[in-house]
Antibody
């Protein structure tokens, strides 16, 4: 059974870089034609797609975060990672890693499954 | 980007009742590229339905979706105790994909 697990620091200082890793178990990142992405949810609020990566390295990002986001992949560890630079309090959220495919228009489609989520607080 | 508006914000119902949740899009969602998720407190969202009536694995048939264009709905035919949660719609017709603000279904 495919499982995703987020890990990383729970507290990041303003202006620094948020870094999270998602470890995938039960499947290989390269075994099928899927994409691996990140979604965040501020406490008590809605969901925002951040960005995604294909195992061959192609990435695409939400334009609202594109200038600050990098998603990368480590096939040897079966992990993919999120880096969000120059964070502010507005980046405080639960961050989820997800698996998805894409539509014929190269848009991420539905997200399934999700990791359990990692709370990241931006505070000095 | 496509903005999704969900209504009502909160739906107060009793077990056994029928729940209808609405999701309105700021522009047409082509090919019914819309999904629904359920989220319980402290948990990640769980995929319920995507596209034209495709239920995710393990989702009971009391969950169904309908609509087209800009107006969509999720219906729970008879609420079970485990169905009280927050529900989100998500469009994947155009990038960036976006989510609605959610509807909370609470016990009356």
């Amino acid at each position: 059974q495919l499982q995703l697990q987020e890990s990383g620091p729970g507290l990041v200082k303003p202006s620094e870089t948020l870094s999270l890793t998602c470890t995938v178990s039960g499947d290989s990142l390269s075994s099928s034609n899927y994409y691996w992405g990140w979604i965040r949810q501020p406490q008590g609020k809605g969901l925002e797609w951040i960005g995604s990566i294909y195992y061959r390295g192609a990435t695409f990002y939400n334009p609202s975060l594109k200038t600050r986001v990098t998603v990368s992949i480590d096939m040897s560890k079966n992990q993919f990672s999120l880096s969000l630079k120059s964070v502010t309090a507005a980046d405080t959220a639960v961050y989820y890693c997800v698996k998805h495919s894409i539509t014929i228009f190269s848009v991420p489609n539905w997200f399934d499954p999700w990791g359990q989520g990692a709370l990241v607080t931006v505070s000095s | 980007e496509i903005v999704l508006t969900q209504s009502p914000g909160t739906l107060s119902l009793s077990p056994g009742e029928r729940a209808t949740l609405s999701c309105w899009a700021s522009q047409s969602v082509n090919s019914n590229f819309l999904a629904w998720y359920q989220q319980k407190p402290g948990q990640a969202p769980r995929l319920l339905i995507y596209g034209v009536s495709n239920r995710a694995a393990g989702i009971p048939d009391r969950f169904s979706n309908s609509g087209s264009g800009t107006d969509f709905a999720l219906t729970i035919s008879r609420l079970e105790p485990e169905d009280f949660a927050v529900y989100y719609c998500q469009q994947y017709a155009s990038s960036p994909v976006t989510f609605g603000g959610g509807t909370k279904v609470e016990i009356k």
